[in-house]
């Protein structure tokens, strides 16, 4: 069975930092060295709708970036540990959504999802 699991989230105050993180399971060793092999970061603020935030192929290291967060979020993946990072510098009171992984990088690819994590950034 194929599980992503957020954590990491919490409240903070705007200009300060978090680091989330996606542990997967349930994959093939096959699926985790393809190049194509994805995990990306999606968010969803009260009363919007879902927006990806990052992307990565985890075997070539491939990023993708919203422009909302580009130089102020990294993706990282530890493939030895099965899991996603993404760390969240210069948060603003804008970035306080429930952070879902997912095993796609478009919301209209089909894929597995985490149940997610919430940030709160206070202003």
């Known amino acids: 069975e194929v599980q992503l699991v957020e954590s990491g989230g919490g409240l903070v105050q705007a200009g300060g930092s978090l680091r989330l993180s996606c542990v997967v399971s349930?994959?093939?060793?096959?699926?985790?060295?393809?190049?194509?092999?994805?995990i990306a970061w999606f968010r969803q603020a009260p009363g919007k709708e879902r927006e990806g935030v990052s992307c990565?192929?985890?075997?070539?290291?491939?990023?993708y970036y919203a422009d909302s967060v580009k130089g102020r979020f990294t993706i990282s993946s530890d493939t030895n540990k099965n899991t996603v990072y993404l760390t969240m510098n210069s948060l603003k009171p804008e970035d306080t959504a429930v952070y879902y992984c997912s095993s796609v990088c478009s919301l209209t690819d089909r894929g597995y999802w985490g149940k997610g994590t919430l940030v709160i950034v206070s202003s």
């Open positions: 349930g994959f093939t060793s096959d699926d985790f060295t393809s190049d194509d092999f994805t």
């Open positions: 990565i192929k985890t075997n070539i290291g491939l990023t």
